[in-house]
C-alpha cells in the first residue's frame, strides 16, 4: 500500500539535461543554468550550470554551503590550484570567495556541465570584495519566467520545479 503523508511537497523527476536548448537560461556571455529545483521553503535552488569557452561566472561569495558534481567537461576556480573534471564532487564551504572559468588551453575542455545545490544566495564581489549584486532562490524564479515567457515556454515551465 502506498501512503502519502498530508502536506508533503510533490516530488519532480525529469531528465537534467533538456532536449529542448530553451530551457537554458542565460545568465552571462557563455553561461547558462537549467533550473531542476527552486526551493523556496529552504531559500536554496539545484541547478546545471554550463560555460563553454571563455565564459566566466563572476567573483563571488557564498554565505552558505554548495555542493558540485561534474557531469561533463572541465572548470576551476582563479583562486585555487585544482581544476574539477567530469565526475568530480565539490564542496564550497561558506565563506569561500572564488570566480569559474573554463579554461581551454589550461584544462582541455570547451565546455562544462555541473550540478549545483546552493543554499541561501551568492553575492558578486569586486576586487575590493564590495558587494556589486546577488542572487537567490527568488532572483532565479524571476530570471526564469523572465526567459521562459520571451521564448514562448510560458512561466509555468518554473512553475512546475518550484517548492
Ligand atoms: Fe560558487
Known amino acids: 500500500m502506498i501512503v502519502q503523508l498530508p502536506g508533503i511537497q ?3 523527476a525529469m531528465p537534467a539535461i533538456p532536449d529542448d536548448e530553451r530551457v537554458w537560461v542565460p545568465q552571462a556571455p557563455n553561461v547558462w543554468f537549467r533550473p531542476l529545483l527552486l526551493n523556496t521553503v529552504t531559500g536554496s535552488w539545484c541547478n546545471l550550470l554550463r560555460v563553454r569557452r571563455s565564459g566566466v561566472l563572476s567573483r563571488h561569495i557564498h554565505p552558505s554551503w554548495v555542493t558540485g558534481y561534474v557531469i561533463r567537461g572541465a572548470w576551476r576556480y582563479l583562486e585555487h590550484d585544482w581544476v574539477a573534471r567530469e565526475g568530480s564532487f565539490v564542496y564550497e564551504p561558506p565563506g569561500e570567495i572564488h570566480t569559474l572559468v573554463v579554461d581551454e588551453a589550461a584544462d582541455g575542455a ?3 556541465i555541473t550540478l549545483f545545490n546552493i543554499h541561501g544566495a551568492m553575492v558578486y564581489v569586486d576586487e575590493d570584495g564590495r558587494q556589486t549584486g ?4 527568488f532572483s532565479k524564479i524571476a530570471m526564469c519566467r523572465r526567459h521562459y515567457e520571451a521564448v514562448g515556454l510560458g512561466a509555468a515551465a518554473v512553475d512546475e520545479l518550484i517548492r
Do not use: K
Open 10 to 12: 510533490r516530488e519532480i
Open 134 to 137: 546577488y542572487e537567490d532562490v
Open 110 to 112: 570547451q565546455e562544462m
